[in-house]
């Protein structure tokens, strides 16, 4: 699609190194400061599909932005500025190589591990008897450790993260309470909005004063997945699927098309119809997820507006 930002290539004064992760790409420079740029690239099953899909970056990057200003009084995050809709800066972090995963239902990972017999996930028992997108008696933690640049994340246990040293136990401690604290805020917004929040991932680090942060992104539908709340319980009494908001629905067409990432398999082709009709998908995500409208972006020259405004700002 043209008018979609898939890679960037700046300059910036005392830039001193660049991360291009699945979705993000990230500006180090000095000072400690990040210039993070949310690309309109769109990944599952941790490939990166092959088309951008427009204003994706815009609404990933402006949900994660109201959220930190939602969650700030009780979780401390790295964001200090959006100079432009696709574009977060703050303070340079040094991440946990694990990522904070919390699950209030039975739903995506944890049903297909749940439906092929297992009742043990990351460590956490799981009840007998459950359905698909059933609540848990209460929310659980299920980590996993943060891949590298193509490989697939996995699942781990709190005992073998601290058993491997990947995080102390006081740091994993405090991790563990902002998860359930950013949890609890994150499904009282989404319960306000006539949404339930199903489950999510949380990503920390340590800012240059050595203080545990939220960073990356938070509660948007890359990292999150949502049901309508209206109709939740008829349809799980009839065992129906639920209507959700979140990136699943591009998993399910990828598995519909015969691809979950395994080796041998090839990606579907993606039609410009089936692009714009994600973009559209995205848009009602943010609107029922930020309670706003959607104001999209002048997209003519995406990348020369992202380094106006950065400049301006960084001036």
Not at 206 to 217: A, F, Q, S, W, Y
Not at 249 to 272: A, C, H, K
Not at 280 to 285: Q, V
């Amino acid at each position: 699609m043209k008018n979609t930002l898939l890679k960037t290539n700046y300059n910036f004064p005392n830039q001193k190194s660049v991360y291009k992760g699945k979705v993000r790409e990230v500006y180090e420079l000095d000072n400690h400061q990040v210039v993070m740029i949310a690309t309109d690239r769109l990944s599952a099953f941790d490939v990166v599909m092959p088309k951008g899909i427009p204003y994706k970056g815009q609404i990933l990057n402006q949900i994660a932005t109201k959220m930190m200003q939602d969650t700030q009084d009780l979780v401390p995050n790295w964001l200090e500025a959006t100079p432009d809709p696709n574009v977060a800066i703050g303070k340079m972090c040094e991440p946990f190589k694990v990522e904070m995963v919390i699950r209030g239902y039975l739903a995506g990972h944890a049903a297909r591990e749940y439906k092929v017999g297992k009742r043990e996930l990351c460590g956490v028992q799981l009840p007998e008897g459950m359905k698909e997108n059933d609540k848990f008696p209460s929310p659980i933690i299920t980590p996993a450790t943060k891949a590298e640049q193509g490989d697939h994340d996995e699942d781990i246990s709190r005992e073998d993260i601290l058993k491997r040293g990947i995080v102390s136990e006081a740091d994993y401690q405090q991790l563990e309470d902002y998860t359930y604290k950013l949890f609890k805020r994150g499904s009282e917004i989404a319960a306000s909005r006539g949404l339930i929040l199903v489950d999510t991932k949380y990503e920390f680090g340590k800012n240059p004063e050595g203080k545990i942060v939220l960073i990356d992104e938070i509660h948007t539908p890359d990292s999150s997945r949502y049901f309508y709340a209206e109709g939740y319980e008829e349809r799980q009494a009839k065992e129906e699927k639920q209507k959700q908001l979140s990136k699943e629905f591009v998993r399910q067409w990828l598995i519909e098309n015969g691809f979950q990432g395994l080796e041998g398999q090839s990606l579907p082709e993606m039609t410009d119809e089936y692009v714009n009709s994600v973009s559209e998908r995205y848009i009602e995500l943010y609107e029922n997820i930020t309670g706003e409208k959607f104001v999209k972006a002048d997209i003519s020259n995406i990348e020369s507006r992202i380094e106006e405004n950065v400049l301006g700002y960084l001036k």
